[in-house]
T-cell receptor
Framework: QKEVEQNSGPLSVPEGAIASLNCTYSDRGSQSFFWYRQYSGKSPELIMFIYSNGDKEDGRFTAQLNKASQYVSLLIRDSQPSDSATYLCAGYPRPGGTDKLIFGTGTRLQVFP | EAQVTQNPRYLITVTGKKLTVTCSQNMNHEYMSWYRQDPGLGLRQIYYSMNVEVTDKGDVPEGYKVSRKEKRNFPLILESPSPNQTSLYFC?????????????FGPGTRLTVT
């Protein structure tokens, strides 16, 4: 089982809709989770991180973490064509574990006009 | 401007010809890391370095070497490249290991080994 799993997509949503991206993880002790956006051929850029159960909002982005169910999600409200990219979910391990991010394979989002 | 630079950005080479991909950061970061990214496999860590002269293997270190003689530089060395090392490579840095979420990624190096 992969440590961090994402549906590869593509997830297609119309402009203005809410895009919902999901991620599950296997290490119940993982502390924190991160969402990166990666445009084709470009480097990943951090857009959100979350470490507490519940929701965290930043502009059009909301990250949700449910540690009991071991899933993380990213909601993008009022989706724009410029949001079309691959979104990488990454987990940070429990204390005492390896000091590195574990990345999922990414979900490709397509926002059509 | 705070940045991580990588060179070259694109490289086509032949099997067995040694190559080095350079990585440099201007933020005085302690922690640096190399990743490769392949379709369907995501970002996988190759090597990382906690500080000068301190390096360790990541998930896929086979066929790679690194060195950290200076804080700002973290070159990736392929002694004898093979076609299965064709990939997109990213260098990243952060101020210290516990702050990997603040990683700055370089622009990437697309390597093709024929």
């Amino acid at each position: 089982q992969k440590e961090v799993e994402q549906n590869s997509g593509p997830l297609s949503v119309p402009e203005g809709a809410i895009a919902s991206l999901n991620c599950t993880y296997s290490d119940r002790g993982s502390q924190s989770f991160f969402w990166y956006r990666q445009y084709s051929g470009k480097s990943p850029e951090l857009i959100m991180f979350i470490y507490s159960n519940g929701d965290k909002e930043d502009g059009r982005f909301t990250a949700q973490l449910n540690k009991a169910s071991q899933y993380v999600s990213l909601l993008i409200r009022d989706s724009q064509p410029s949001d079309s990219a691959t979104y990488l979910c990454a987990g940070y391990p429990r204390p005492g574990g390896t000091d590195k991010l574990i990345f999922g394979t990414g979900t490709r989002l397509q926002v059509f006009p | 401007e705070a940045q991580v630079t990588q060179n070259p950005r694109y490289l086509i080479t032949v099997t067995g010809k040694k190559l080095t991909v350079t990585c440099s950061q201007n933020m005085n970061h302690e922690y640096m890391s190399w990743y490769r990214q392949d379709p369907g496999l995501g970002l996988r860590q190759i090597y990382y370095s906690m500080n000068v002269e301190v390096t360790d293997k990541g998930d896929v270190p086979e066929g790679y070497k690194v060195s950290r003689k200076e804080k700002r530089n973290f070159p990736l060395i392929l002694e004898s490249p093979s076609p299965n090392q064709t990939s997109l490579y990213f260098c990243a840095s952060s101020s210290r290991p516990g702050r990997v979420y603040e990683q700055y990624f370089g622009p990437g190096t697309r390597l093709t080994v024929t």
